[in-house]
């Protein structure tokens, strides 16, 4: 009966997402940094249904507790996700008592079984996550320098000439590496005398 299913055709998407994401919209957190990459959250909810039937509630503590405490993802997430991975046929709700009760169905089983290398790189940004999280969380001086960053690669958009392709990498590969290398390996400057 529906015109979709997106189980049947998982590796529809080759960009790395996990094939659930059929729509621009993007989930906008107001507070705290991005964990996740796009379709990463419906791929984990869909895994920790699969391995036990819950409420939204439950999933939210179960993340929380993925990130030992670090990051707690907000109902103004979950659910909307739910409600798309529920219309995908992916899960089913079934509401007792004004909770709904999410259960893995025979599709979403399926497709979380074409997903597995997917999920596994879902849980390995999660570890990574979890660590960046870990009393290490960006000054605020720092946050605004990505978002420009960000914005001026947006500003940027289209106008990617081969030279300007290679000019903007080498700019950022520099920058990521010097972050790296750290201040102790910048040379010392006006001290000849």
């Not at 707690?72 to 995908?88: A, N, Q, R």
């Not at 999920?119 to 720092?142: A, N, T, Y």
Request: hydrophobic share 35%; proline share 7%; charged share 25%.
């Amino acid at each position: 009966m529906r015109e979709h299913h997106p189980h049947s055709h998982p590796r529809e998407h080759g960009d790395g997402r996990d094939g659930f994401e059929k729509r621009p919209g993007r989930e906008r957190g107001g507070r705290g940094p991005r964990v996740f990459a796009p379709g990463d959250l419906k791929l984990l909810l869909l895994a920790l249904i699969a391995e036990q039937p819950c409420h939204g509630y439950d999933l939210i503590r179960q993340i929380e507790a993925m990130f030992d405490g670090a990051y707690s993802p907000s109902p103004g997430v979950i659910y909307p996700t739910l409600t798309f991975l529920e219309e995908s046929e992916l899960i089913s709700g079934d509401a007792e008592g004004g909770k709904k009760r999410y259960t893995i169905t025979d599709a979403g089983r399926l497709s979380l079984g074409e997903q597995a290398v997917a999920l596994e790189g879902v849980r390995m940004r999660i570890d990574v996550s979890k660590r960046s999280l870990r009393g290490h969380d960006r000054p605020p001086e720092i946050h605004e320098a990505v978002h420009n960053l960000r914005h001026a690669l947006q500003l940027h958009h289209g106008r990617w000439s081969p030279e300007e392709i290679i000019r903007v990498a080498a700019l950022l590969n520099g920058t990521a590496q010097a972050i790296v290398d750290g201040p102790a390996v910048q040379p010392v400057q006006g001290k000849a005398e």
